[in-house]
């Protein structure tokens, strides 16, 4: 029956032609949030080949009743009940880029999308580490932790951030059954040693800062909640990433339960205590407190002396763990990106923390060569990862990325196009405006005003107005 529903609201007596025109109607309204003016020809066509693909995810689980109110049919219970669910969406994947993407482009559905994983949340008990459609355990951490703690810092409404904010909470401080799809890995080292233990878990480092930054995200959740005691205590253990940062190497390393270095240490090897990368892919897992981070290093002269040094040194890679060549390291040693692999998803922040570091020409000169050189209607970097690849390529052609998704920023990079028009909610337009697209900007302004940091807010940016880049 409700499959009848479905097609008689779906086709119903519609011609093919009629079918085609309204899909096309449909797609048109969303490229129109985003108009790109400018340009080449591939450009434009690779931005909205981007813009297609990022919002082909998470695919929609719900259907309507007589009354156009959601159910679906819950894979977290096994039940048919109300309200609406989405599938096939990896936080690892997406919290990066496509989470702050639709945070900015298309809030409303957003916020129910979230709503989704709440439900998930009540439906199942646990929230969900990778949504496929039901509890699947893939990758590693609690990435969900991000896209709540990043709503909240947003103050994004519309779904019920009180019950999101028990689950998250539940995962950070009891453990669940990683091999199931829910709870942190490695959980029991990290309250007891303030990190995850090589001894334990062989992806112990991903692990490790992939919690530190989780905590940082709940710490957002509790605030927006009021929920004082629990923020200050979360906060204080988003610094755990601190118990792997090796002052000799200038790296995060494996660490035993002993608090013994894991040896030997080989900065290209791939896999354990990483995941899907090595030491200098995942040296910079701090989005949360990249300050921090840099300082450790010995500053920002260190800093920007690392990061050259990724992108200069041959792309070259040691199997490890994975005993063979997999993908992700073929797709690393077949550009001229060095150490960088943007294939994927560890590294989209790292060029932006050249800005911090108060190089912002390489992070405009970087930024640029991946946009041009990995990006096209006939290539991509890697796998697009439900979204995500197309998301990182999206912000980045706005002009600003979001180096810290929990946090309500972003930091200013330069925009592709010279005019992009955003319509954003209550009918507010941003403009920006770049006056020399083939040229590093030697400076912004936003509503005429200079911009002195490297830093735009996202209630500057969700208030309208007008980004510019100066030649």
Request: aromatic residues 12%.
């Amino acid at each position: 029956y409700q499959a009848e529903r479905n097609l008689d609201r779906e086709l119903g007596t519609k011609s093919l032609e009629q079918v085609r025109t309204e899909a096309k109607t449909r797609w048109s309204e969303y490229f129109d949030r985003l108009r790109v003016e400018g340009g080449t020809e591939q450009q434009q066509q690779t931005f909205y080949s981007c813009l297609y693909r990022a919002l082909l995810f998470p695919r929609i689980w719900h259907e309507p009743d007589n009354e156009g109110n959601p159910h679906h049919f819950s894979p977290y219970s096994g039940k048919v009940v109300s309200g609406v669910m989405y599938a096939d969406h990896g936080y690892w994947d997406v919290y990066r880029a496509w989470y702050p993407m639709m945070s900015i482009v298309f809030p409303e559905r957003l916020a129910e999308i979230l709503q989704a994983w709440v439900n998930a949340y009540t439906e199942g008990g646990w929230l969900p580490q990778f949504p496929a459609p039901g509890y699947r355990a893939c990758m590693t951490g609690s990435l969900i932790d991000s896209i709540f703690g990043d709503a909240a810092a947003k103050g994004l409404r519309g779904f019920d951030l009180a019950t999101a904010y028990a689950g998250l909470k539940k995962h950070a401080t009891r453990p669940g059954d990683p091999d199931r799809g829910y709870g942190r890995r490695g959980i029991e080292d990290y309250l007891r040693l303030g990190y995850v233990s090589s001894d334990h878990v062989s992806q112990s480092v991903a692990e490790t800062v992939d919690a530190a930054y989780g905590d940082f995200c709940i710490a957002q959740v509790a605030k927006a909640l009021g929920h004082h005691d629990d923020a200050a205590m979360f906060l204080k253990r988003s610094h755990n990433w601190r118990n792997l940062f090796d002052p000799v190497t200038g790296f995060l390393r494996g660490k035993q339960a002993n608090g013994a270095w894991l040896q030997p240490f080989d900065e290209l090897e791939w896999g354990s205590p990483y995941v899907e990368g090595s030491a200098w892919q995942h040296r910079w897992d701090v989005q949360h407190d990249i300050p921090g981070l840099i300082g450790a290093m010995g500053g920002n002269a260190t800093a920007v002396a690392a990061l050259d040094k990724m992108l200069a040194l041959a792309p070259a890679f040691h199997v490890g763990a994975y005993g063979q060549e997999i993908h992700e390291m073929s797709e690393m040693a077949a550009v001229d990106f060095g150490q960088y692999a943007q294939s994927n998803q560890p590294v989209h922040h790292l060029l932006y923390i050249y800005a911090l570091a108060g190089r912002p020409d390489r992070t405009q000169y970087w930024v640029r060569r991946v946009m041009e050189n990995l990006y096209s209607p006939q290539a991509f970097p890697g796998d697009e990862d439900t979204g995500s690849m197309a998301a990182c390529y999206l912000l980045s052609a706005l002009g600003f990325y979001p180096l810290c998704p929990g946090k309500a920023e972003y930091v200013v990079g330069k925009s592709l196009f010279p005019a992009i028009t955003i319509k954003l909610p209550q009918n507010k337009i941003l403009r920006i405006q770049n006056d020399a697209p083939n040229k590093s900007s030697q400076s912004a302004s936003f509503d005429g005003r200079p911009l002195t940091s490297s830093i735009l807010t996202h209630s500057t940016l969700m208030g309208g107005g007008h980004l510019r880049f100066h030649s």
